[in-house]
């Protein structure tokens, strides 16, 4: 069966500082990868989507980027956090194809900016 | 969410049933999916309906009307584990778009 992991699963950090979030998914190939951002009392905020390695599609243009170095792999960096980047960040996957399909989600990652 | 709609809040009491509704914008329509989340946790899976017509499965059941652009999730024998925010997505372009989800408060 598949999982997808995320860590850490809680952050704090300062206004300024540098973000890596990192996302794993077992159990499949080829999945198509997806970064979401729930801030409070505000929907799912597509990020950013992948199909494949080294391909990202950028939704939302702000100081974040994402990367996927590897198949299973898909990592959401930042250079110097804003406060307004404070939010539930979640990972998602599918099956590979273009098709609309059922995303399951990571376990998320609860992000602080003091 | 874009183009999408439902309920902020709802309440009702354990044991009945409760109809959430969704309007969604038809243009690119590629499915429509109800998600669960709980408080503080991660979006879950509930439902996917791409024909017109009920897909039962066991007390959740969706509905979809593709011409009307409307969905509903009808919850039966509500418990209180059901209090939590249902997340209407429509499909589009490959991806999903979310509604802003309807917290769900079951009361004894």
């Known amino acids: 069966s598949q999982t997808i992991h995320q860590w850490p699963a809680t952050l704090v950090q300062p206004v300024g500082s540098p973000l890596s979030l990192e996302c794993t998914v077992e159990?499949?190939?080829?999945?198509?990868l997806y970064w979401y951002r729930q801030a409070a009392g505000r929907g799912l905020q597509l990020l950013f989507y992948s199909i494949g390695i080294g391909q990202i599609s950028s939704e939302v243009p702000q100081n974040l980027s994402a990367s996927r170095p590897q198949d299973r792999q898909f990592i959401l960096s930042s250079k110097k956090l804003l406060l307004s980047d404070s939010g539930f960040y979640l990972c998602?996957?599918?099956?590979?194809?273009?098709?609309?399909?059922?995303?399951?989600f990571g376990p998320g990652t609860r992000l602080t900016v003091l | 969410g874009q183009n999408i709609d439902q309920p902020t809040e709802m309440t009702a009491t354990e044991g009945a049933i409760v109809q959430i509704n969704c309007t969604y914008q038809t243009s690119g329509f590629n499915g429509l999916f109800w998600y669960q989340q709980h408080a503080g946790e991660a979006p879950t899976f509930l439902s996917y309906?791409?024909?017109?017509g009920l897909e039962e499965k066991g007390r959740f059941s969706s509905f979809l009307s593709r011409s009307k652009g409307y969905s509903y999730l009808l919850l039966k024998e509500l418990q209180m584990k059901d209090s939590a925010s249902y997340l209407c997505a429509r499909g589009s372009q490959g991806n999903l778009i979310f509604g802003k989800g309807t917290k769900l408060s079951v009361k004894p």
């Open positions: 309906n791409v024909l017109d």
């Open positions: 998602a996957w599918s099956r590979e194809g273009l098709a609309s399909d059922t995303q399951y």
């Open positions: 159990g499949t190939s080829n999945p198509n």
